[in-house]
C-alpha cells in the first residue's frame, strides 16, 4: 500500500512538472510574451492553479483527522439562537414536519473540520411511518449577514440488510462514494418539505420498501439515544470510506485521509469536477421527478 501511495505522488509531481515544461515552451515560442508582463502574470495563474490542485491535497493529508466515534454535544433548542438567515426556515421546516407527523427528538452540534464553521442539526422523527428528518443549519462564525452557508432538510429511513434511503435538498456534494447499500437522492431545488417527503416515500414505495419491513433503530437498537444513533452512523460512514481507500484507521480512535482520498477529496470541490458531479447530480434528480410524475404523484412545487 505505502509503495502504490508513493507512486501516486511520483506520478503527480511528475505531471505537474510536465505541465509547467509544456508552458515554458510554448512562452518560448511566442517572444512578444517572454520578456513582457504577461509571462508573469500567466506563471503566476498556473502557481495559484498548482497549489490548489497539488499542495492543498498534501496539506489535508498531513493534518486532517476524523473521529471514528465523533464528538456530538447535544444543543437546547429552548436556549439556543438561531443564526437570523435560519431561524425563519428552521421555523418554517419544523412546522410542517409536525404537520406531517414528525415531533423534535434531539438538537446537537455536529464536529467540524473547518476552523469557524458550525453545524447544528435537529432530529425530528414519526415513529408511526418509522422515519427520522433532520433538518440541518452551517454557518460561519462570527454570525453576521451572509453567514449562512448551508440549510437542508434530510429524511432517513433504514431497510432490511442494513439499507438505507436518504433523500435530501443539500446542495453539498458527499466527499465520499455511495456505497451500495444506500440509496440517495439529493434534490436542492425541491425547497418545500412536504414535497420533499413525498418523493422520499415515493421512492420506498418504488424499491419495495414497504412498513414492515423498515426498521427504526432509534428505538430498537439504540433505545432512544439520537448523540449514539449519529455517532454509529458517522463512525460507519468513515468506515465506508476507508473501505473506498479515502480513508485509513490511526489507531483506535481516528481515521485519516489516504493519498488517494486527500486528492480525490479535494479535486472533486474544483472545477472541472464539481461541474460534472453537479450535473451529474441534477440530471438525476430530473429523471426521478419525471418518472414519479408519470407514476401520478402529486407535488405542490417541485
Given amino acids: 500500500m505505502v509503495f502504490f501511495q508513493s507512486l501516486i505522488v511520483a506520478l503527480l509531481t511528475l505531471l505537474f512538472v510536465a505541465f509547467y515544461a509544456i508552458v515554458f515552451f510554448v512562452l518560448q515560442l511566442f517572444e512578444s510574451v517572454k520578456e513582457g508582463p504577461l509571462q508573469w502574470i500567466i506563471l ?16 489535508i493529508l498531513a493534518k486532517f483527522n476524523f473521529e471514528a466515534k465523533p464528538r456530538i454535544i447535544p444543543v ?59 433538518i440541518a443549519a452551517i454557518y460561519a462564525l462570527p454570525v453576521q449577514p451572509g453567514s449562512l452557508k448551508n440549510l437542508y432538510v434530510e429524511f432517513t429511513s433504514g431497510g432490511p440488510d442494513d439499507t438505507v434511503f436518504d433523500t435530501n435538498n443539500s446542495d453539498q456534494l458527499s466527499a465520499f462514494p455511495t456505497p451500495d447499500r444506500k440509496t440517495i437522492y439529493q434534490l436542492p431545488k425541491v425547497k418545500d418539505v412536504a414535497d ?73 470541490e474544483l472545477w472541472p469536477w464539481k461541474m460534472v458531479r453537479r450535473n451529474r447530480r441534477d440530471r438525476k434528480a430530473a429523471e426521478l421527478l419525471e418518472e414519479l410524475e408519470r407514476q401520478g404523484v402529486e407535488l405542490r412545487h417541485a
Wanted: net charge negative.
Fill in 44 to 59: 503566476g495563474i498556473l502557481g495559484l492553479v498548482g497549489l490548489v490542485y497539488a499542495f492543498v491535497p498534501l496539506m
Fill in 196 to 268: 420533499l417527503y413525498a418523493i422520499h416515500q415515493a421512492i420506498m414505495q418504488r424499491d419495495g420498501l414497504t412498513m414492515s419491513s423498515k426498521t427504526f433503530k432509534l428505538d430498537t437498537e439504540y433505545r432512544g439515544d439520537v448523540i449514539k444513533l449519529l455517532q454509529a452512523g458517522m463512525g460507519r460512514e468513515f468506515a465506508d470510506a476507508a473501505a473506498d481507500g479515502y480513508l485509513k484507521t490511526d489507531g483506535e480512535t481516528h481515521y485519516r485521509p489516504t493519498v488517494k482520498g486527500a486528492f480525490l477529496m479535494v479535486w472533486k
Fill in 76 to 134: 437546547d433548542l429552548d436556549d439556543y439562537e438561531w443564526p437570523p438567515e435560519a431561524d425563519k426556515l428552521f421555523r418554517r421546516a419544523s412546522s410542517t414536519l409536525m404537520k406531517l407527523g414528525f415531533e423534535i427528538d434531539e438538537a446537537f452540534f455536529l464536529p467540524s473540520v473547518v476552523e469557524n464553521v458550525k453545524t447544528i442539526g435537529v432530529l425530528m422523527v414519526n415513529r408511526v411511518q418509522r422515519d427520522c428528518a433532520m
